[in-house]
Structures are given as structure tokens and as C-alpha cells.
């Protein structure tokens, strides 16, 4: 498994690196192909813990938040995002008075979760691209500071924790057997070492780097324990197998689509 891991990413990865800095098409196509997959799982995902999300409701809506992220500054962002939640909240109340539901509460919120998660904060990854400065400089490091963490954290809570001084503590018993405190802070340790090489690389000022690795290596725990709470409940370990070793598409957003988020914000802070 850890071979195969180790394959996916050193084939993958700097197949993604290159993509990013190429932008545009090159970028946007092969990205929202993942997103879609990703959102298509969730919708699976949900259906086995017992709601309803039609993928016919909601990909459109997350669509359209993507399309929009291609231009940051849009002024239709927030008019659109409030007509997607209508029409979500439409499909609701007919469920409702059509009884074709006993859940109708759930699917409501479900959908709008979906449409928050997969098309607004997902959609970071495009206004994030589109910066118009250091723009595919802020979106690689993003990238590689979330791998980095994730890998830091597989590899020490793999080889190093229950070894030696080190104990084992798990970090999320139910949600997560296998991660481990000190996995987590290796995460954050390695992280923010290579993150901020990486920086000074790209020319990209330390102290958002160094902020940039501490959020990432710890907020996006918190994305991919999200996701582990809905698969749980689902009773499936993986979101897909589009990833050998790696699961599905939204097993390998469920941070970076959080982490995206906190570099654009990052960057258009430092930036100005």
C-alpha cells in the first residue's frame, strides 16, 4: 500500500505542479473534472447514510460558483450563490408537499452543505489561480505545503509513533483509528520546514508561508476528519477508488479544498 501511495504521488503530483503553472484551460478543465467527481461522491455518500442529494441539483449550482471563480472580482457571485440557495430550498418544499421524502429536513441541508462545500469553498480553487499576482506561485505552495503535511503525518504516525520514546496517541479514535498526535505534529513540523524552502523558491515572503503551513497542517485535519465523519456514517472507508491507495477524488480534497481557501485569502492580504 505505501508503494503504491508513493507511485500515485511522484506520478500525479508533478503532473498537478505542471498544470497549475500553466493555468487556464490547462488548469481549470482537469480540476473541475476531480471536483465533479468529488461532488458526485459526496452525493453518493450521502444517499447511504439516507439522504437525498440529486446530482441533478446540485452540480449545476456548484457549477456555476466555479465558473464565477474564474474572475474573483465578479459582482454575480453572491446574487447567484442566493438564487442556487432558492431553488435548493424550492426542490425542498416540493419534496415536502409531495411526500416523495421522509427526510426532506436532512436533503435540505445536505444540499446546501454540498452546495457551500463543493461550489464556494472548492471554487477557492480557481480564485486563487486567478490572482493577478504570484498567482500559480500561491496555488503550487498551497499544493505542496498540504502534501507535505498529509505525507509528514502518514509517514511519522507509519514509522515513527509507538517506536521508541515516541508513544502512540490517537488523534480521532472514532473517526480516524489510524492518525496519530504525533503523526498530526510531524504533519505540522515537516510542513512548515519544507513550506517555507519552498517559499523562498517561489519568492513568496516567509511570514505568509509560515502562516500559510501552521493553518494548513492544522485546519486541514479538520476538512479530512469532516469527511471521515460523513464516510463513517456511511459505513464506507473510501469515497471512491479513482486513486489507487488513495481513495476517491474527494478523499484527496478534503483538506485542500479548505487549505486553497486560506491561501487565497493569504495571499490577497499580503499581496496588497
Same mark, same amino acid.
Given at each position: 500500500?505505501?508503494?503504491?501511495?508513493?507511485?500515485?504521488?511522484?506520478?500525479?503530483?508533478?503532473?498537478?505542479?505542471?498544470?497549475?503553472? /500553466?493555468?487556464?484551460?490547462?488548469?481549470?478543465?482537469?480540476?473541475?473534472?476531480?471536483?465533479?467527481?468529488?461532488?458526485?461522491?459526496?452525493? @453518493?455518500?450521502?444517499?447511504?447514510?439516507?439522504?437525498?442529494?440529486?446530482?441533478?441539483?446540485?452540480?449545476?449550482?456548484?457549477? !456555476?460558483?466555479?465558473?464565477?471563480? @474564474?474572475?474573483? @472580482?465578479?459582482?454575480?457571485?453572491?446574487?447567484?450563490?442566493?438564487?442556487?440557495?432558492?431553488?435548493?430550498?424550492?426542490?425542498? *418544499?416540493?419534496?415536502?408537499?409531495?411526500?416523495?421524502?421522509? +427526510? !426532506?429536513?436532512?436533503?435540505?441541508?445536505? !444540499?446546501?452543505?454540498? /452546495?457551500? *462545500?463543493?461550489?464556494?469553498?472548492?471554487?477557492?480553487?480557481?480564485?486563487?489561480?486567478?490572482?493577478?499576482?504570484?498567482?500559480? @506561485?500561491? +496555488?503550487? /505552495? =498551497?499544493?505542496?505545503?498540504?502534501?507535505?503535511?498529509?505525507?509528514?503525518?502518514?509517514?511519522?504516525?507509519?514509522?515513527?509513533?509507538?517506536?521508541?520514546?515516541?508513544?502512540?496517541? *490517537? *488523534?480521532?479514535?472514532?473517526?480516524?483509528?489510524?492518525?496519530?498526535?504525533?503523526?498530526?505534529?510531524?504533519?505540522?513540523?515537516?510542513?512548515? /520546514?519544507?513550506?517555507?524552502?519552498?517559499?523562498?523558491?517561489?519568492?513568496?515572503?516567509?511570514?505568509?508561508?509560515?502562516?500559510?503551513?501552521?493553518?494548513?497542517?492544522?485546519?486541514?485535519?479538520?476538512?479530512?476528519?469532516?469527511?471521515?465523519?460523513?464516510?463513517?456514517?456511511?459505513? !464506507?472507508?473510501?469515497?471512491?477508488?479513482?486513486?489507487?491507495?488513495?481513495?476517491? =477524488?474527494?478523499?484527496?480534497?478534503?483538506?485542500?479544498?479548505?487549505?486553497?481557501?486560506?491561501?487565497?485569502?493569504? =495571499?490577497?492580504?499580503?499581496?496588497?
Amino acid at each position: 500500500m505505501f508503494l503504491q501511495r508513493a507511485l500515485i504521488t511522484f506520478t500525479l503530483g508533478p503532473l498537478a505542479l505542471y498544470l497549475i503553472y /500553466l493555468g487556464g484551460w490547462f488548469y481549470f478543465i482537469p480540476l473541475a473534472i476531480i471536483l465533479l467527481l468529488a461532488t458526485l461522491e459526496y452525493s @453518493q455518500i450521502a444517499q447511504k447514510i439516507g439522504w437525498q442529494v440529486p446530482p441533478l441539483l446540485l452540480v449545476p449550482v456548484v457549477l !456555476v460558483q466555479w465558473v464565477l471563480a @474564474q474572475w474573483p @472580482q465578479d459582482s454575480l457571485t453572491g446574487p447567484l450563490l442566493l438564487i442556487s440557495l432558492l431553488i435548493i430550498t424550492a426542490y425542498a *418544499l416540493w419534496q415536502y408537499e409531495s411526500k416523495s421524502s421522509k +427526510t !426532506v429536513p436532512a436533503n435540505w441541508f445536505a !444540499v446546501i452543505s454540498g /452546495l457551500i *462545500l463543493f461550489g464556494w469553498v472548492c471554487g477557492h480553487f480557481f480564485k486563487l489561480r486567478g490572482l493577478p499576482e504570484m498567482a500559480w @506561485q500561491w +496555488t503550487m /505552495l =498551497a499544493m505542496l505545503s498540504t502534501w507535505i503535511a498529509d505525507s509528514g503525518a502518514y509517514l511519522v504516525g507509519r514509522f515513527v509513533a509507538g517506536r521508541g520514546f515516541l508513544g502512540r496517541h *490517537l *488523534l480521532s479514535p472514532r473517526l480516524s483509528p489510524k492518525k496519530t498526535v504525533e503523526g498530526f505534529m510531524g504533519g505540522i513540523v515537516l510542513s512548515t /520546514l519544507f513550506t517555507l524552502l519552498i517559499a523562498s523558491w517561489l519568492r513568496i515572503e516567509w511570514l505568509p508561508a509560515l502562516l500559510l503551513a501552521l493553518l494548513v497542517s492544522s485546519i486541514g485535519t479538520v476538512g479530512d476528519l469532516g469527511i471521515s465523519l460523513l464516510k463513517r456514517e456511511a459505513g !464506507v472507508k473510501d469515497s471512491g477508488t479513482l486513486f489507487p491507495g488513495h481513495g476517491g =477524488a474527494l478523499d484527496r480534497i478534503d483538506s485542500l479544498m479548505w487549505t486553497v481557501a486560506i491561501a487565497y485569502y493569504l =495571499a490577497i492580504l499580503f499581496i496588497d
